[in-house]
């Protein structure tokens, strides 16, 4: 047989034994979630009878394919297996459409959707927390942070980053395991990484002040500063720092743990957006006097995460050493928690947050400047009505040294994908980002700056300033050559983010 | 780590490929295989993404014709489809539009016409999913390049003697990406052989450290070794490749390994990729020509490893 005609594929036949399964080996029992990349339902796996929770990566709305947050999640879920990390199960594809336009049986075996099988998982730490008259008694605090610290320093030490550590994407099982979960915004790093990374990952509440300076070289530190304001959270009841836009989260970190200067930060002067948000005068830490009511040793264990300087922040490793968790009350067996009714009851949420959105519209049409929330949540800072137009000016190709655009964080929906709405009462920190980790349509890819890669010369220009290497006549961008060969700066011709790094959705940056 | 069960012998490979089921023989499917990574990274420069895309959207080819067969999937389009997932997966994604409209330039030397551009665009949607699937979506994909790197960084104290042994170990990395030798072999294994055939061609002596060979710490045996370098250096002699100019203005030192000119033989198969033709030439990566192993083992100052 002659080699396939030009754009020929085997779509008759079911993918080759080592592929997928067909999603018609669960039966769905109820949906959990409803989120912009597609819907969440709980099933059931026919032949085993296990219950697990499927994620839809919805395509229709993809105009480039295959979203690449959920290839990305995919990419790092399937390396990571760890108790306190949600298991990725398989990857199953649902058959598509039994015919065709003409009504011809259509043999497209890929047509239909993909799904994530994942284990399933009764509830998330946000919606646990806030349920009326619940309140986590000190040895489930330690159980649930000592298992929060346990998986991230798995993920640490297989150097992924997550990048978007906070309650909701934290589940619970009714046998007390925590598991953490949304990958979408993860990526792997190396500790010599000289790539720069998107400064804009992190929902804003638990967003560390070097992204919020403008940091685009980070590692571990970044989550640990997360954990710090999980945990604060877990011990006062309430978020620590909801700040409103990245200027007054800024100013709330300042508030709670003093203005940084080059004593306590060296570096911290140079970095991007200092100057655009260094306080009038300085102000002194306060996290011991706002927090004395803590015990001690949280107190201790609390001042070391919710440091400034990124390199002086408590690791994971070093945190789970801590005496928090080696003083009584000691944290408990997981086994020995109580078992709370699940909390993914969607239709309930769905009339909640109904209610809320008429809430919502009634009170914008009153006052133009809502005045300070008393919700535990992370405001959508465009308003939450811009859907339609582009997050950024075009062509905004701004240097570092403007201030941050009002974007918003990255997705921030529970990881089983709770309807999100405006913001109002809702527990759920809210995507700021329109979308959603599963929705890039209007994103980077229609948009279309993508970070320029080894622009320059890099391999040409050598190390050494030779040309006419084996690939130097071509187009010079073997970026490997010049980034690794490079002791003169000559690597990579810029940053690979280029100048418009900013001018796109994090869901495509390095 | 990549799962070892990727990994499979050359014999496997040449057996078990399902295009021999569906009679396409091995020389046709290595043909097929330089053809298409040949492709790549000429589709990749051009779209003017980091080699280590490059590399992925290789082994996701490669990969991907171990699962399915050549005469039911269009090499090329399957091709395009994976330098569009590589994209995604090494954080430098291409829109599926430019990398279609600069693949078909470079296989017809022209525009699509909007009707055959539409139509690519819904096989590369369509088979995006198709490629996944094969693949079981095992995406981490490894490379030989900071492995060689770290290694060549520790252990080459002389600078100007380290950049130039890996420039030279990363010109055969790349040129072996043209050969099975991803499918047979895990990067730090590669990276081993990339080394020792770059320290003989650019003539840095690689440290022994008393007792321990350099290679040991690559976990690779002395065998493999030779396999590696041999099966490397056989892509400069693939006999689908005529008329090479003479390689003698390749100077050592520079990082470069050699100029030539490629054209592709006239059989039928080779048309189907005359796109192809048109690059080699400026590109000039490929020594080759029948029995120049020699020849190449010459310039390269290749000491059979039998011998070593």
Not at chain 1, 248 to 258: D, P, S, V
Not at chain 1, 327 to 348: G, I, W
Not at chain 2, 160 to 171: G, I, V, W
Request: charged share 25%; proline share 7%; hydrophobic share 30%.
């Amino acid at each position: 047989m002659a080699a396939a005609a030009f754009g020929q594929l085997n779509l008759d036949e079911p993918p080759p034994v080592w592929g997928s399964r067909s999603v018609d080996c669960f039966e769905k029992l109820e949906q959990i979630g409803e989120g912009t990349y597609g819907q969440v339902y709980m099933a059931k796996e026919i032949k085993t009878g296990e219950i697990v929770a499927l994620k839809k990566i919805r395509m229709d709305n993809e105009r480039e394919g295959f979203p690449i947050t959920a290839i990305r999640e995919i990419k790092i879920l399937k390396k990571l297996h760890h108790e306190n990390v949600i298991q990725l199960k398989e990857i199953v594809t649902s058959p598509g459409r039994d015919r065709d336009d003409q009504g011809n049986p259509d043999n497209n075996k890929y047509k239909g959707g993909i799904y994530m099988v994942f284990e399933y998982m009764d509830h998330d730490l946000t919606g646990l927390a806030d349920r009326p008259g619940l309140r986590f008694t000190v040895p489930q605090i330690k159980c649930y942070m000592k298992q929060l610290l346990t998986g991230l320093h798995y993920c640490h030490v297989n150097q992924v980053l997550h990048r978007d550590i906070k309650g909701s994407n934290l589940l619970i099982d009714n046998e007390g395991n925590l598991k953490l979960a949304d990958f979408g915004l993860a990526r792997s790093y190396s500790h010599d990484h000289t790539g720069n990374l998107t400064n804009r990952v992190i929902t804003l509440w638990y967003r560390p002040p070097e992204l919020l300076l403008g940091a685009t070289k980070y590692g571990p530190a970044i989550d640990m500063w997360s954990v710090g304001c999980i945990f604060a959270e877990l011990l006062h009841a309430k978020p620590i720092l909801p700040g409103k836009n990245e200027h007054e989260q800024l100013n709330k970190i300042f508030e709670l743990c003093g203005s940084p200067d080059e004593n306590i930060w060296p570096g911290v002067s140079k970095m991007p957006w200092y100057n655009n948000f260094k306080p009038a005068r300085p102000l002194k830490r306060r996290v011991r006097e706002f927090f004395r009511h803590f015990d001690r040793h949280a107190l201790e264990l609390l001042e070391k995460m919710l440091v400034l300087d990124p390199s002086q922040r408590i690791n994971a490793k070093d945190a789970l050493d801590a005496e928090y968790f080696w003083t009584d009350p000691l944290p408990c067996d997981p086994k020995s928690l109580p078992t709370y009714e699940s909390s993914h009851e969607f239709q309930t949420k769905k009339k909640r947050q109904q209610q809320r959105q008429n809430e919502e519209a009634a009170k914008r049409q009153k006052v133009q400047h809502p005045p300070q929330q008393h919700s535990r949540l992370p405001p959508l800072q465009h308003g939450g009505q811009s859907h339609a137009a582009p997050h950024w000016p075009s062509g905004s190709n701004h240097p570092a040294n403007n201030a941050p655009p009002q974007v918003p964080a990255g997705p921030s929906h529970h990881f089983y994908g709770k309807p999100r709405g405006p913001p109002g009462p809702n527990r759920h920190p809210p995507s700021g980002n329109q979308g959603g980790s599963y929705n890039q349509s209007r994103g980077g890819y229609s948009s279309g700056p993508y970070p320029p890669q080894g622009r320059g010369a890099p391999y040409a220009a050598g190390p050494r300033g030779h040309s006419g290497g084996a690939y130097g006549v071509g187009p010079p961008n073997y970026t490997q050559g010049g980034q690794y060969g490079g002791s003169g700066g000559s690597g990579r011709g810029q940053n690979p983010m280029g100048g418009g790094s900013r001018n796109q959705q994090y869901g495509w940056q390095p | 780590m990549a799962n070892t069960s990727l990994y499979c012998t050359r014999e496997e490979i040449e057996a078990n490929s399902p295009s021999r089921v569906d009679g396409i023989d091995i020389k046709q499917e290595t043909f097929h295989r330089w053809s298409y990574s040949t492709f790549l990274q000429e589709l990749g420069q051009r779209l003017k993404v980091p080699q280590k895309t490059i590399a992925t959207s290789i082994v996701l080819c490669q990969r991907f014709f171990t699962r399915q067969s050549l005469a039911k999937n269009d090499a090329k389009t399957i091709s395009m489809i994976c330098l569009f997932i590589a994209g995604k997966l090494e954080g430098s994604p291409k829109q599926a539009g430019e990398v279609i409209a600069v693949g078909y330039r470079i296989l017809h030397n022209k525009e699509p016409s909007r009707e055959a551009y539409e139509k690519i665009k819904g096989n590369v949607f369509t088979g995006e999913k198709l490629v996944l699937s094969t693949l079981g979506f095992d995406l981490e994909i490894e490379h030989p390049y900071e492995i060689m790197f770290d290694w060549v960084k520790r252990t080459v104290k002389v600078e100007r003697d380290a950049n130039r042994l890996y420039q030279a170990a990363l010109n055969f990395v790349n040129d072996g990406l043209r050969t099975s030798l991803c499918l047979q072999f895990k990067p730090n294994q590669i990276a081993a052989a990339a080394l020792y055939l770059g320290s003989s061609f650019v003539k840095v002596k690689l440290p022994c450290d008393g007792e321990k060979v350099w290679w040991q710490e690559f976990d690779v045996t002395k065998r493999h070794l030779g396999e590696i370098s041999d099966q490397t250096l056989a892509v400069y002699e693939q006999d689908f490749l005529v008329n090479v100019k003479d390689g003698a203005d390749s100077k050592t030192g520079d990082g470069g390994l050699w100029k030539g000119e490629v054209k592709l033989s006239k059989d039928d198969e080779s048309k189907s990729w005359q796109g192809l033709e048109g690059y080699q030439d400026r590109k000039g990566s490929f020594m080759n020509g029948s029995d120049k192993s020699r020849h190449v083992a010459n310039i390269l100052g290749y000491v059979p490893f039998e011998s070593l």
